[in-house]
């Protein structure tokens, strides 16, 4: 099946959508403001080194000293006793593994030394260093500073050993390690050597910056979505990549010209009229990929619910089919329902445990046709999944890799209203709960009066047909009870005032 890539760039945001046939089968976006610092190497400056804490702080450039721990540098630092800071900073020190020592052994100040970053700056806090570096590519991590093959453990065991033999055969002895990726199970091995030529030129680049720029400089960062859209997502039957900004067009095609020539033919600069993403509808679908509700064409529909946990998804038949051709007629909406859910998987980028609840199938080949169908859907998802067919209640069960948040995580937040629930009270069980506050405070407090501010409807509400239960209460209380509305508050929002 053939696949368009679009993007879509702006300064504060990059988004990208993959389509097929005319739709969209894949979003990702990415902001500026929000791009952590992860995985990015950096040419560091020791600035203090803490013996108690086994530790050292590290100037990477930013606004507050990095943090290295013992355990995450690599020992017997070569050149232990090399020159005085100014000749140190200017070329990084070699790391090789052996026994751990004792960190004021191994670093000094002033002494410069390559790190990446395991975990971005929080609060108060700096970023979280290593100097075991690694480059994450598209279906292997590479290891130069390592000569093992490892070979991911979510691989099954009776799989690895032939592919670790594989991928030591494409590595060669030029130095270095992998890590073959979950998702690099299936390649093949002109990807994997594609793989593995693009690693060893990133690490080629980041050890020419290191004896080039001076301490506290960056040599590495992490792909941006824009190049990750090279490495990740082209495939052999993508047929375009069409980027709308004539400046990142540039830039990717020198990235493709330097790193994956084959799809340099393949990137296109779009400068149409229309947006970009106007050409397939794709922000009316980013609009429908935030809802719960997926109307199918038959007439039946979804309901896809995110939780933390897992992911539910419920198909429904809508409107009344008669009897005469029930089971077909469940059987169809089933087959295209096992089409919707496995698109809107990889739309919304849900990961983790999915149950569907498809509608009952009271024949078994019905059955076993929907899982085939859905089976073979979910073999287009670039990310792995895994599905356990019907469980004794009629669920299907399934995961699927969790890579990033989920598109509604990274585009939406909890309600303020409702604080994520999806539903909140009605105005009359608000107005039961004032009531019964009121008889609270009345209990403990003796004020003159009790002033209740509530959202608009709330007040209606006690001024139409609670206004006697108000009444009744003001008696029994005898404290006189005064409304005002408050236009900001939220309806299951209240406030008792003393006065």
Not at 304 to 333: M, P, S
Request: hydrophobic share 40%.
């Amino acid at each position: 099946m053939q696949q368009e890539i679009l993007i879509n760039w702006s300064p504060q945001e990059t988004r990208v959508a993959v389509v097929e046939h005319g739709a969209v089968q894949e979003l990702q976006v990415e902001r500026t403001l929000e791009r952590g610092l992860v995985g990015n190497v950096y040419l560091g400056k020791v600035i203090r080194v803490l013996p108690g804490m086994q530790s050292a702080f590290i100037d990477i450039g930013l606004d507050r000293a990095a943090f290295l721990h013992v355990a995450d540098l690599m020992s017997s630092i070569a050149n232990r006793h090399a020159e005085p800071e100014s000749n140190a900073s200017s070329v990084p020190t070699s790391l090789s593994a052996s026994a751990l020592q004792p960190i004021e052994k191994q670093l000094f100040e002033g002494q410069a030394i390559m790190v990446q970053v395991l975990k971005d700056p929080m609060g108060t806090k700096g970023a979280r260093l290593t100097a075991q570096i690694s480059i994450a590519g598209r279906l292997l991590v590479f290891l130069p500073q390592d000569n093992h093959i490892g070979i991911s453990q979510k691989i099954p065991f009776r799989q690895r050993e032939d592919l670790r033999l594989r991928v030591q055969a494409l590595a060669g002895d030029i130095g270095g390690g992998f890590i073959l990726r979950t998702n690099g199970e299936d390649a093949t091995d002109a990807e994997l050597a594609e793989d593995i030529t693009y690693l060893r030129k990133t690490w080629g680049r980041i050890k020419n910056a290191s004896v080039c720029l001076p301490a506290a400089s960056v040599l590495h960062q992490d792909l941006t979505l824009l190049q990750r859209v090279l490495r990740d997502m082209v495939l052999e039957n993508t047929q375009t990549i069409r980027i709308d900004s004539r400046e990142q067009f540039e830039k990717l095609k020198a990235f493709a010209g330097e790193f994956m020539p084959a799809t340099l033919p393949k990137v296109q600069l779009y400068s149409g009229e229309r947006p970009i993403f106007d050409l397939f509808n794709i922000d009316e679908e980013i609009a429908k990929a935030l809802g719960r509700r997926v109307d199918l064409k038959s007439g039946g529909y979804l309901v896809i619910d995110q939780t933390e946990a897992l992911t539910t998804v419920d198909v429904n038949t809508g409107g009344f089919v008669g009897a005469r051709n029930f089971d077909e007629t469940i059987y169809k909406t089933n087959l295209e329902a096992a089409q919707a859910i496995a698109r809107q998987l990889r739309l919304r980028n849900l990961g983790g445990i999915v149950i569907v609840d498809f509608i009952d199938m009271s024949k078994e080949n019905h059955r076993e046709a929907v899982l085939n169908e859905f089976k073979r859907q979910l073999g287009r998802d670039r990310i792995r999944t895994s599905v356990n067919g019907f469980s004794a209640l009629g669920l299907l069960e399934m995961t699927r890799k969790r890579t990033r948040e989920s598109l509604a995580h990274q585009l939406c937040e909890p309600c303020n209203v409702c604080a994520g629930k999806g539903v909140v009270k009605t105005a009359r069980s608000v107005t039961y709960d004032v009531l019964r506050e009121i008889l609270r405070e009345a209990r403990q407090f003796n004020p003159r009066e009790f002033r209740v501010v509530a959202s608009p409807k709330v007040i209606e509400l006690f001024l139409d047909e609670e206004s006697q239960h108000l009444a009744s209460l003001s008696d029994f209380i005898k404290k006189p009870i005064s409304l005002q509305a408050d236009a900001v508050m939220a309806q299951e929002q209240y406030d008792i005032v003393l006065l």
